[in-house]
C-alpha cells in the first residue's frame, strides 16, 4: 500500500465512438483513423476499405480519476 493521499487528481474521459471495418474487423476511433481507409486491410492486402460501421460507447456508471503522483486508479459511483 502506498503512503499518497492522491491530492493530484485527473478526471479519466469516458469511452468514444468507435469505428470497425467491414472487412477485417478492426476497432478503431475517428481519431485514430487518419487517411479514411483501414489501415490494417491496406498493410494485409494493399487496398484501401472505407466501409466502417459505428460502435455507440457505453454508458459509464462510475466516473475514473488518475493520481498524477502515482498513478493509481480511483472509481467513484
Excluded: W
Amino acid at each position: 500500500m502506498t503512503s499518497c493521499r492522491h491530492m493530484n487528481l485527473v478526471l479519466l474521459s469516458g469511452e468514444k465512438a468507435k469505428l470497425r471495418c467491414r472487412h477485417c474487423h478492426l476497432v478503431i476511433t475517428p481519431d485514430e483513423l487518419e487517411s479514411g481507409y483501414c489501415p490494417e486491410c491496406y498493410e494485409a492486402c494493399g487496398k484501401k476499405h472505407t466501409d466502417f460501421e459505428e460502435i455507440e460507447a457505453q454508458e459509464q456508471v462510475k466516473t475514473r480519476y488518475r493520481c498524477e503522483d502515482c498513478g493509481a486508479l480511483i472509481e467513484v459511483e
